[in-house]
C-alpha cells in the first residue's frame, strides 16, 4: 500500500472531508489530494502531524508493502489506542497484557514495569 493510499485510508476510517484534513493540516484542499493520489510528497512536519493525530508510527506511513504488513489492522487499532494513553497508564496495560501472556502460555515477558505493581488495580 502507497503512502498515499495509506492517508487516505487514514482519513476515511476517520470521516474526515478533504477541506477538513486540509485545515487540520494547515494546507490546501489541493494539496492533500495529491498526497493521497501519490502526485506530490508531505512535508516531514505535516507527516509528523498526521501520524500523530491518527495514532500510526511514521515509519509505518512511509514503509512499503512488505514491512506495512507486518502490523495487521486490529495490531494497529491496538497500538493507536496505547498511544493515546498517558505514561502511568501505559504502564498498567503492560503490566495486564504481560500477566495474561504469562497466564496463557507460560512465557515470562519482561518490560520496564514499575516496581510498585501499579498496573494490579486494573484487574
Partial sequence: MSLGEKLRN?????RRTLDEQSKLLKVSMNSVYRWEHDLAMPRRSALK?????????????????SAASLINESEQ????????????????VLGYVERICVEESSIEYQHNI?????????M
Fill in 10 to 14: 487514514l482519513r476515511l476510517k476517520t
Fill in 49 to 65: 502531524l498526521m501520524a500523530d493525530y491518527f495514532g500510526v508510527p511514521m515509519d509505518w506511513l512511509l514503509a512499503d508493502n
Fill in 77 to 92: 487499532t491496538l497500538l493507536s489506542m496505547f498511544r493515546k494513553l498517558p505514561g502511568n497508564t501505559r504502564y498498567k
Fill in 114 to 122: 514499575p516496581a510498585n505493581n501499579e498496573y494490579k488495580d486494573i
